[in-house]
């Protein structure tokens, strides 16, 4: 049990363009979901904290009016990176727990390429 | 907030011989430790995970050990193999209360490359 489901898997795009990436747990219902940001080679950065039927919390440096947040339902969170640019090329990663006190589990992840 | 160093960043063995990756920590209201595995492009696996109410916690050739005092907690990878190569994050976050709760704040990864 624990699959997590994150779509598209690659995206590229031209810069402006809006994309909205899709995080579903599969086999359970996650109150909590988190998106992260990987640059190569680099550590997993938390960007915000996303829980069912409320506002996202986000990080101290992420810009909440660009990367849009939702979480509608108790098995699917969405990220909308909103007039993407070359910088937000990215690999963006969710996960999804069904509390605070068990283990996250990861998507797939979602490569942005933004040209 | 919270702070983890993870070492060393790069780490070659041979197959057969123990692997052990090391991490600090700076929260001492941090009390849940996982360990990920990450292949190349793929999502992080948890592999393994410890509570601040043990000190050591085993499953088959992965163990891991905390010591909460000096704030420091450890991944043991005995009997290696090549399929072992990956990267390895450690990860801390306190389970209860506070602004910080289940965040996981990441170490920055070790590279495992385990020669056949």
């Known amino acids: 049990g624990a699959v997590v489901s994150q779509h598209p898997s690659w995206v590229i795009c031209k810069s402006g363009t809006s994309v909205k990436i899709e995080c579903r747990s599969l086999d359970f219902q996650a109150t909590t979901m988190f998106w992260y940001r990987q640059f190569p080679k680099q550590s997993l950065m938390l960007m915000a904290t996303?829980?069912?039927?409320?506002?996202?919390?986000?990080e101290q440096g992420v810009e909440k009016d660009k990367f849009l947040i939702n979480h509608a339902s108790l098995t699917l969170s969405t990220l909308t990176v909103t007039s993407a640019h070359p910088e937000d090329s990215s690999f963006y990663i969710c996960?999804?727990?069904?509390?605070?006190?068990?283990?996250?589990?990861f998507g797939d992840g979602t490569r942005l390429s933004i040209l | 907030g919270e702070n983890v160093e993870q070492h060393p960043s790069t780490l070659s063995v041979q197959e057969g011989d123990s692997a052990v990756i090391k991490c600090t920590y700076s929260d001492s209201a941090s009390n849940y430790f996982p360990w990920y595995k990450q292949e190349l492009g793929k999502r992080p696996q948890l592999i393994i995970d410890?509570?601040?109410?043990?000190g050591e916690k085993k499953d088959q050739r992965i163990a891991v050990t905390l010591n909460k005092t000096a704030k420091h907690f450890s991944l043991h990878i005995t009997e290696t193999q090549p399929e072992d190569s990956a990267v390895y994050f450690c990860a801390a976050t306190p389970e209860a209360g506070g602004t910080s709760y289940g965040k996981l704040t990441f170490g920055q990864g070790t590279i495992l490359t385990v020669h056949p």
């Open positions: 996960s999804a727990s069904r509390d605070s006190h068990q283990p996250q589990h």
């Open positions: 996303s829980n069912e039927g409320s506002k996202a919390t986000y």
């Open positions: 410890i509570r601040s109410n043990v």
